[in-house]
């Protein structure tokens, strides 16, 4: 009896570690699966963002890189592990595309390890944008924001859609009246300048970023977790859901919070729209794009094209 005891539990280890073999191999298929769906669906979503700068997807020696019109190349990922601060401070596009930007309201800051849009890829910017203080001074024109002029980048739609975004908030403060002096006066856009603290360049440098009103409790830095909490749940949604209709995102949704903050950030709202609550599909990755669109069309041929090995 203790023989067949023996005989039963060393059968058992051995189907079960033939098992659990094949269930390691199954998730590492379903997570590289996985990984190339969401490549995909970032790499469409920055071409639909950024239609007239991107020009290509290559793979090199197995790393990808979207070419530019210039012929510069961005590469996706590096393959590197990194904490967030590293992502921020030395990203590649697969870091700035990670945390999904949430569409949807919030009731509570975010974590303080939850930022999307935090993470910018400065090439993309330079490319897009101007590559110096002189080349996007170039670039900027005037838009209207309460009382003021501001100025803000012409390229990429990015000041059309600040003017779009003005008008709809006129047209609100004008059937709410409070909604104009929270707003108003704007604090600031185009300021050639770099984060405090760091060596990176602000969103504000690229003329892509709109500061409203200012209050003491809508920085991370100026503020506790609560007052900013406080802060967040009296801010008008109606102008959150103006700005993101326009492919801007809000600071309000960082968990190191800057409630007055908005920028122009098409790819990840893009990002959100299409494909924020579409799970993996690997046969129609685009599944949520707007497929009847050629120029998308065009896109998703050329990415799988790209990954085929064609």
Known sequence: MKKIMICFVVLFMFFSTGFMKRQESTNLVSA??????TMKRDILCLMMAYPEY??????????????MNSGNKVIYDDKREKKFDEKVNNPDIQDMME??????????????????????????????YGSSKSSVEKNLVNVRAGNKQCLFNKNN?????????????????????????????????FNYRVIAGTNRLSPHSFG???????????????????????RLESYPREVVEIFEKNNFIWGGKWGK?????FEYRPELILKSRYFGN??????????????EDNEVKKYITLIDKTFSGE
């Open 32 to 37: 590289k699966e996985d990984y190339e769906v």
């Open 99 to 128: 945390q999904l930007y949430p569409l949807s309201d919030i009731n509570n800051l975010m974590d303080s390890d939850y930022n999307p849009g935090r993470v910018r890829i400065y090439p993309l910017l330079k490319e897009v």
């Open 157 to 189: 739609n990015a000041a059309n859609s600040l003017k779009k975004v003005m008008e709809e908030i006129n047209s609100l403060s004008k059937a709410q009246g409070n909604i104009y002096s929270i707003v108003f006066p704007v604090n600031g856009t």
């Open 257 to 261: 919070f800057d409630i007055l903050h």
């Open 278 to 291: 579409k799970k993996i599909n690997e046969e129609n990755w685009y599944e949520g794009a707007p497929f």
């Open 208 to 230: 892509t970023a709109i500061d409203l009103k200012s209050d003491k409790r809508d920085y991370w830095k100026w503020a506790s977790r609560e007052q900013g909490q406080k």
């Open 54 to 67: 991107i020009k290509d997807v290559r793979v090199e020696n197995d790393k990808i890189y979207l070419v």
